[in-house]
């Protein structure tokens, strides 16, 4: 009997929920979040039927409970291409390219993640994956020791490799290999105790940025958070103190609204770990290191082209007025005020092209299609009650957050000045493949949807006059 195959969702879900497992045992701080968040949901979801049936109709109910992201920092090209290989076999691929280097943080970075609508349906574990970029450190001597310590490191285990060799070969792994396949990768985003640097050559590091320290130093990409998706997010941000958790002043991203757009995001503090230094006479020496945190995130829907334009002149006009440096409820109002501006109703949104939706066909309208031929507008469709729509929901990042929530882990005296230089190039190279344009596969969702909802109403004709 040939052996049974695992499919991509499935090791996906067991990986996430290793890793989530793992991570519970190391950050204890985590596993109470988590918590938090579940009951939040929870009372949110009993407190808000239509969001209820807006979620079980994208079928996004179900995959509340298992979602989540986490993030890892690479220190070579090769290891990002091999970190493509692994997440390939969980059906995670690389969709964006995010120039951190605007915030002056010395990386660029993309998001592995599912991208057809029945993968995210199952699973929509995501991974922020950053590349440290040791062309900014101008520091020659520095970056040249950087360079040759990195390469020295070997962070996947030569099974996991070679079990990406056979996914590579023959399509698919078997469930045994699946489960072998989970355990191996998972010892990549392991937190190591014991550096693999001296303590001086640590403190060079550091001080030249705190983040090449964390890359440079350890023998393998350690997860440095993992983030629960919440239906409120100010709810579980000021309830965190009460759990004993303190959160960063600000929730990054867009305002509260009716009608939630793309990504808000919060994090609590990163802890101060101890660490063994190996120094060069081979005794250890003791110190710490502060990188792992914990973080919440509430997502909302996707935006067009024309609806992002808007949300990041919005955001910028904030941040110019030098409200984010204010106080937290200073930067709270002008946001707020702000983006008055951007449409809070789903028709609105829709109407005027600023947000991504998911059609489909209601049952009044597959009765009364039988009887009569169906209005062949969408708009008259959705009039008439025929179509029903539902916001696609953003599975992405956004930079100008992502800068945020790196430096709030970093502290904010390191204010380098790297001039903004995004390297696109570079980095498709490194990883060995394209990535993914999120834009694109927005609007693939919401046409797929559009079609078979006017399928089902029983006219193929009507798809291409309706989308007109
Ligand atoms: C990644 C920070 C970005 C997010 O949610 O925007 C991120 C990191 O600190 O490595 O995770
Ligand atoms: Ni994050």
């Not at 392991?190 to 130093?217: C, N």
């Not at 709810?235 to 009608?259: F, L, S, Y």
Request: charged residues 25%.
């Amino acid at each position: 009997m040939p052996a049974l195959r695992a499919d991509a969702d499935e090791i996906r879900t067991l990986f996430s929920r290793a890793m989530s497992d793992m991570y519970r045992a190391e950050v204890p701080q985590y596993g109470t979040l988590v918590e938090l968040v579940n009951d939040t949901n929870r009372e949110t979801l009993r407190q808000h039927q239509q969001l209820r049936a807006s979620l079980a109709r994208s079928d996004e109910l179900e995959r509340l409970g298992v979602e989540r992201h986490g993030a890892i920092r690479l220190g070579r090209a090769d290891e990002l291409r091999d970190m493509r290989r692994v997440f390939a076999v969980m059906g995670m691929h690389p969709v964006g390219y995010y120039d951190l280097s605007i915030a002056c943080v010395p990386v660029h970075a993309t998001a592995f993640r599912p991208i057809d609508d029945a993968a995210l349906r199952r699973n929509p574990f995501r991974v922020f994956t950053s590349l440290l970029r040791l062309d900014l450190i101008e520091h020659e001597s520095l970056r040249a020791e950087a360079e040759q310590i990195l390469g020295r490191r070997r962070i996947f285990t030569p099974r996991a490799l070679e079990l990406v060799g056979t996914f590579e070969t023959t399509g698919h792994l078997t469930i045994a290999q699946a489960d072998e396949f989970v355990r191996e990768a998972l010892e990549t985003f392991r937190w190591h105790s014991e550096a693999t640097v001296s303590l001086e050559v640590y403190s060079k590091l550091h001080a030249t940025h705190r983040l090449i320290a964390d890359v440079v130093s350890f023998r393998g990409p350690h997860i440095n958070h993992l983030t629960p998706r919440t239906l409120d997010i100010d709810a579980v941000q000021a309830a965190m103190p009460r759990r004993g958790i303190a959160p960063k002043a600000i929730i990054e991203g867009p305002p509260r609204r009716d009608c939630p757009i793309l990504l808000r995001q919060t994090s609590f503090k990163a802890l101060e770990e101890p660490i063994l230094f190996r120094q060069a006479n081979e005794t250890m020496a003791a110190g710490t290191h502060t990188a792992r945190f914990g973080e919440i995130e509430q997502r909302g829907v996707a935006l067009t082209p024309k609806g992002r334009e808007l949300y990041d002149r919005l955001l910028a006009s904030v941040r110019q007025a030098g409200a984010a440096g204010a106080s937290a409820r200073d930067y709270d109002s002008e946001l707020a005020e702000r983006f008055k501006m951007f449409p809070d109703d789903w028709s609105e949104l829709r109407a005027q092209g600023l947000a991504f939706f998911r059609y489909s066909a209601t049952s009044a309208g597959i009765e009364a299609c039988k009887r009569h031929p169906p209005p062949s507008s969408l708009d008259d469709l959705l009039a008439a009650g025929f179509l029903r729509y539902d916001p696609i929901v953003y599975e992405d990042f956004l930079p100008v957050s992502a800068a945020g929530i790196f430096q709030s882990n970093l502290g904010t005296d390191q204010q380098q000045n790297y001039a903004a230089r995004s390297n696109r190039a570079a980095f498709e190279v490194a990883l060995g493949a394209g990535v993914h344009d999120e834009m694109k596969l927005y609007a693939q969702a919401e046409r797929t949807s559009l079609e078979q909802a006017v399928r089902q109403l029983g006219s193929p004709h009507l798809a291409c006059r309706a989308m007109a």
